[in-house]
């Protein structure tokens, strides 16, 4: 699956914030052999290009970077700072958060497709952060965006799919389009599971920057990453309410 | 008898401070040259102070523990109202699990209940359920540790401090220059970058607290350092910016949830100052001693500074004396 006509080394989409250090980030990210790492701008007084020195590093690691709107809680927020981050990291990719509610930090769905129309509009390839929810779904396709980035979770949660069952259906419902779950992954079984769904990828930030040892983290999680799309593709065996014994029944005495 | 070692060093941060005492301890005649109007012109004036090896493991590599565990003693013999009451780790009550998750990446605590809570810090007894103390830490101010370290050199070293002096003085020639001006080394030292820091200092006559208190959070770990006269730091956020204007909004909203959340008597607290300054710090985060020629160089503190000066000023006198 190509993301805006891009094929990606690997499906494990690594964000930056929250390592120890630099270097450690740096060894978190070739650890992961991420296909993409996400920066955010708008703490980091995109406005003064003061964050430059971290964003070098950043650019150093030469892995495709798409910069995120991480910390907008409005419309106007986030298009001002994709704009900022088009300058800085000179890429039309962004991945685009409108927060409705600062606790949970769960996306505002309205403000999210609404800032969609205007970003693509001007050139834009949008990857926006959203809810599994199928009807969001659909008008953020309608808005242009070609790449949908649903929940698992809450952002830092660690919690993994909490709705498997949504997520399986924009899965069905959205064939062709990438699907990236973003957000929500704890460990590297809930990576596992999501590309089992047949998801094109997983973002993931604090379950690899905030455990004990990052990079041992960032390999598992790549190697969660090839074991779920590898068992994708070889379509996994049937679920089944009764166990099927492999070996022949033959002399049992009875055949229930 | 040769004649003593010309030291100049450069930039009267802790780091510079600290390193010219211990030179002029071992007889260096020393030189202490700072851009800034007084001692403590950039970070280090905005520091908690917080003498905490084994809680800084917690994100922070095992050297920086293990070069820190004499950095209390050091500081004690050097300057006056050291503190030496550990200190305490909490979570607000939905987020306890951040308590057991910084218990195992950290060690030299241990785990105590409202019981003792409330023995060592009466005023948060029955906040918090559960806590990690770590005894054998310290706290000092830097507000006063800074200047008491300028006057032991200046006043029992018979060390010389130039203030308002960006260049080196050209009155005399020195066999070393130990260069310790964080962000202005930039140009010589061209990994550092600068990682800004916000904090506030809050008065606060309804509080009393007697050690650090780190309140554990996912996202905004904050800590509060009781000083003399019921002064409070807070501190500190930790964003990847360059900028060292005024602190952000949402950078004080923070702060100040904190210092609310640990104890609602802050709520009457006065803001006495608000601090913002850039860390210096190489991609590692790791402070260093480096030599080029006659020049060493003395950076990247990072949050270590009052933790790690002593033992990289150890090191600045092993290059002086034993090379």
Redesign the interface.
């Known amino acids: 699956m190509k993301f805006y006509g891009t094929a990606l080394s690997s499906p494990l989409m690594l964000g930056t914030a929250q390592y120890p250090s630099p270097d450690i980030l740096a060894s978190a990210v070739k650890a992961a052999q991420a296909g993409v790492i996400t920066v955010s701008l708008r703490r980091e007084s995109a406005g003064q290009k003061a964050g430059q020195a971290f964003w070098s590093l950043i650019r150093e690691l030469e892995v495709p970077v798409l910069p995120n709107t991480a910390g907008c809680h409005t419309v106007k927020e986030a298009v001002t700072t994709a704009h900022m981050a088009r300058e800085v990291f000179e890429t039309d990719w962004v991945k685009l958060e409108v927060i409705g509610e600062a606790d949970t930090l769960q996306p505002d769905v309205f403000g999210l497709v609404e800032a969609a129309r205007i970003l693509t509009s001007e050139g834009f390839r949008v990857f926006p952060y959203t809810t599994e929810d199928l009807v969001v779904a659909e008008k953020l396709l309608a808005a242009g965006c070609e790449v949908l980035m649903p929940w698992g979770a809450p952002i830092g949660s660690g919690k993994g799919l909490n709705n498997v069952f949504g997520l399986r259906a924009l899965r069905a419902h959205f064939p062709d389009v990438p699907l990236v779950v973003d957000a929500g992954i704890g460990v590297p079984s809930h990576a596992a599971q999501a590309m089992e769904l047949g998801y094109d990828a997983v973002l993931i930030n604090t379950a690899v920057a905030k455990a004990g040892d990052p990079v041992a983290m960032a390999r598992a999680f790549s190697l969660a990453v090839e074991a779920g799309a590898l068992a994708y593709k070889a379509d996994p065996m049937a679920e089944r309410d009764m166990a099927a014994p492999s070996t022949p029944l033959l002399g049992k005495p009875v055949l229930a | 008898m040769t004649r003593p070692q010309n030291i100049l060093v450069r930039g009267a941060g802790v780091a510079g401070l600290v390193a010219a005492v211990r030179l002029a301890s071992r007889g260096a005649r020393v030189t202490l040259a700072e851009a800034g109007p007084k001692v403590g012109s950039g970070a280090s004036w905005m520091a908690g102070g917080m003498l905490a090896p084994w809680c800084e493991a917690e994100?922070?590599?095992p050297e920086v523990t293990e070069r820190s565990i004499d950095s209390l003693a050091w500081w004690r013999a050097n300057v006056p109202d050291v503190q030496s009451n550990g200190s305490l780790v909490v979570a607000p009550p939905r987020d306890t699990a951040e308590v057991a998750r910084f218990g195992?990446?950290t060690s030299h605590f241990r785990e105590i209940g409202p019981q003792e809570i409330g023995e060592l810090e009466p005023d948060l007894a029955d906040r918090f359920q559960k806590a990690l103390f770590f005894p054998e830490e310290g706290h000092l101010d830097p507000r006063k540790a800074l200047p008491a370290l300028a006057d032991r050199l200046v006043n029992e070293l018979g060390g010389r401090l130039l203030l308002n002096t960006p260049a080196a003085p050209t009155d005399e020639t020195f066999d070393w220059t130990v260069d310790a001006t964080g962000l202005r080394a930039r140009k010589e030292l061209s990994s550092l970058?600068?990682v800004?820091g916000e904090m506030l200092l809050l008065h606060c006559p309804d509080v009393t607290l007697h050690r650090p208190v780190r309140m554990l959070h996912?996202?905004i770990p904050i800590y509060i350092v009781p000083r003399a006269d019921h002064l409070f730091m807070v501190g500190a956020t930790m964003?990847?910016?360059?900028?060292d204007?005024p602190m952000?909004l949402?950078s004080m909203s923070e702060l100040l949830n904190a210092a609310w959340t640990l104890h609602p008597g802050f709520a009457e607290a006065e803001i006495v100052d608000i601090g913002t300054g850039l860390r210096p710090s190489y991609?590692?985060?790791?402070p260093l001693v480096t030599q080029e020629g006659r020049t060493i160089f003395v950076n990247g503190m990072y949050r270590h500074g009052y933790l790690l000066s002593p033992w990289l000023g150890a090191q600045v006198e092993k290059l002086v004396f034993d090379s």
């Open positions: 994100s922070a590599p195992r990446r970058r600068g800004r996912p996202r964003i990847e910016s360059e900028n204007g952000t949402r991609p590692d985060n790791v």
